[in-house]
């Protein structure tokens, strides 16, 4: 299943939607232009390695020697510093690298789709906080089950996941025009909490059977399942004191300046002497 999009219109401009997926294409395209072999050592160096957060603090750096290419073209040699600030800055910086255009283009696809609505219900801050809290989240969740790895993880896949959580918790009975594929393609209508459910257990699935067998992870499964969870918790947390959904931007404003006329003195008994007589 393929979600193109849904029935769920917006009344805030998705602002920081938009930053993000700009901010996301440009580094992606940064990184295209330089060598193959520099590329894998950007990865390294900024993208999530587990094992450095389990040694961190070691004064070891972790050294990294493995060919590149099938057959091999060139030898990646980096050495990794476990002191705290390279180690969590990498928390954050791993969610804007991605493996290639196809892997960028399926995350803003789906926060495109899914993003605008929950920064139409959070407000733009608010929803910067959501999504990045979800996907340190997510990278965490990628960490305690596989403390000792040596591969980087990266991509905006766990912060996205979180999205996508937050959004099957707030509005599950939207619709949402997805592509499915049973033989030849067929659009339907669907619910987005089967959607978005379905994928999740996809996920589940997927990540207990690599678990399972010990196979290689080539996606990050627990990532995206860690950040959809962790969508399902913050969303209510952070939506707490939130204006109500389809609030018009606009009007919020306009109440917030609103302190109406100020009353005569005349009014002013007129008002009182009416709930002395309630009383």
Do not use: C
Not at 139 to 156: M, Y
């Amino acid at each position: 299943m393929f979600p193109l999009y849904d029935h769920n219109p917006h009344r805030r401009f998705p602002l920081m939607t938009i930053v993000l997926i700009v901010a996301n294409v440009w580094i992606t395209w940064q990184m295209a232009l330089v060598p193959p072999l520099r590329q894998a050592e950007l990865s390294f160096e900024w993208g999530f390695i587990p094992v450095r957060l389990t040694r961190i603090d070691n004064p070891q750096p972790l050294r990294i020697r493995q060919p590149l290419g099938n057959p091999p073209q060139a030898m990646l040699e980096v050495d990794l510093p476990h002191d705290s600030l390279s180690v969590y800055t990498t928390l954050l910086t791993t969610m804007f690298l991605h493996g290639g255009w196809f892997h960028l283009l399926t995350n803003m696809w789906m926060l495109w789709v899914f993003g605008n609505n929950i920064e139409d219900r959070l407000g733009h801050i608010v929803y910067v906080l959501f999504y990045l809290a979800g996907g340190l989240l997510a990278t965490l969740a990628h960490w305690a089950i596989d403390p000792e790895s040596q591969t980087p993880i990266i991509g905006a896949s766990g912060a996205v996941a979180a999205v996508l959580g937050g959004y099957a918790l707030t509005y599950p009975w939207v619709k949402v025009r997805t592509l499915v594929f049973v033989i030849i393609p067929l659009l339907f209508d669907l619910p987005a909490f089967i959607v978005l459910g379905a994928w999740m257990l996809m996920e589940t699935v997927a990540g207990v059977v690599e678990m399972q067998l010990g196979l290689p992870a080539s996606v990050a499964h627990w990532a995206h399942i860690g950040g959809f969870i962790a969508g399902l918790v913050l969303m209510p947390l952070m939506a707490l004191g939130r204006p109500p959904q389809g609030e018009d931007w606009n009007k919020e404003t306009q109440k917030l300046f609103e302190y109406g006329q100020p009353q005569t003195l005349a009014e002013r008994a007129e008002a009182f002497e009416t709930s002395t007589k309630k009383k």
